[in-house]
């Protein structure tokens, strides 16, 4: 719309003013040097300069002579494609002295609108980004004061949580000194499960590791805390291999593994027992579980646990580990390999 009202202003202004006419493709010719020129200065001459360059004034300013010269050809060519001749052409510069500097004066007047399009897109530019960028600074801002409130709501709600842990733990170890006296099984298993319970209270955190050996030691807590409840119905051989010690490894994972296998198995077949498998070796870690499955579910499977626990593993091993569950008519198998 904004070329159209300027070529009719000057087309009108040429015609009523100077009383110059000229054929319709005559004016589209000379219109589409002039208004490609006014394109080529903005979106090729200036965006190289100013943007691929170090010295954007002295290569621009080089450029835009450059770019008069072949706009002064590209008019010479085009007043001499539509003149009668070559001599009544020649004839014509001879008479009008100041035909270059009228042609170079319309070039520099079509460079200089082209300069401050350039210069107003660009400024318009810069004050959106500027203004983007203000948003998306307050956004954070925003964002991490409600981090911050949700944090400190989350502490106080687990630091309110805290009593019953406690009281849990206390009571426990009351039953313990009591019931130690008529019972020493008894007791270990109350010890056991206190053990058990404080381990996966304090090493719920995802964020941090703890030694392979106390995953472990934890685990072994619970196998025993079954085998004291089926005592001769429980049938589980347990093999672990290579350096323990100096593995770091999530906490839960394993026990998480071996709970579901004590929930949903069956130990009470002697040739058939259940098997465990842990092993270290060259910086890799393998688990591996098998066991019968039972023919009566006591408890519904859910699967919350084991789903739980990949979700876990994919946070913080994410490409390092691998989880394989295969099941049958009568045996489940868990195997699980995590890159230390």
């Known amino acids: ?48 300069a ?10 621009s300013v080089s ?10 050809v590209f ?8 003149a009668p001749s070559t001599e009544s052409l020649l004839v014509q510069l001879r008479k009008d002295e100041s035909y270059i500097m009228i042609n170079a004066w319309r070039g520099i007047y079509f460079i200089g609108f082209s300069i401050a399009y350039w210069s107003m897109r660009y400024m318009i530019f810069f004050k959106e980004r500027n203004h983007q960028m203000e948003t998306e600074q307050l956004k954070s801002v925003a964002d991490k004061l409600e981090l911050e409130n949700k944090y400190f709501s989350v502490e106080n709600a687990y630091l309110q949580n805290q009593i019953s842990p406690h009281l ?19 007791g270990d298993s109350v010890s056991r499960l206190s053990d058990l319970m404080r381990y996966s209270l304090v090493s719920a955190d995802d964020s941090r590791t703890v030694p392979l ?15 004291m409840r089926f005592r001769e119905q429980f049938y589980l051989r347990i093999k672990k291999q290579g350096k323990l010690a100096s593995v770091q490894i999530i ?24 098997r465990i498998l842990l092993e270290v070796k060259e910086d890799r870690l393998s688990f591996s579980i098998c066991n019968k499955k039972r023919n009566t579910n006591l408890y519904p499977k859910s699967g ?16 390092r580990y691998q989880l394989l569950m295969r099941e049958d008519e009568e045996l489940f198998t868990v195997n699980l390999t995590i890159d230390l």
């Open 50 to 59: 100013f943007f691929k360059t170090t010295k954007p004034y002295l290569i």
């Open 168 to 186: 849990l733990f206390n009571s426990l170890n009351f039953i313990y000194n009591k019931v130690y006296k008529e019972s020493a099984e008894a």
């Open 213 to 227: 050996s106390q995953e472990v030691a934890q685990m072994e807590n619970l196998v025993e805390l079954c085998r």
């Open 63 to 72: 450029l835009i002579l450059l770019e008069l010269v072949g706009y002064l």
């Open 304 to 319: 919350l646990g084991l789903k739980n626990i990949e979700k876990r593993l994919s946070n913080y091993y994410q490409e």
């Open 1 to 48: 719309m904004v070329w159209i009202l300027f070529i009719t202003y000057e087309v009108c202004y040429v015609k009523f003013a100077a009383g110059v006419t000229s054929s319709v493709s005559h004016f589209l010719m000379f219109y589409v040097l002039n208004i490609g020129l006014f394109y080529f200065n903005a979106n090729v001459i200036l965006d190289f």
């Open 75 to 82: 008019k010479f060519a085009l007043d001499y494609s539509i």
């Open 251 to 274: 906490p839960l994972t394993l026990i998480t593994l071996v709970e579901n296998m004590m929930k949903h198995g069956d130990m009470g077949d002697k040739k058939q027992p259940a």
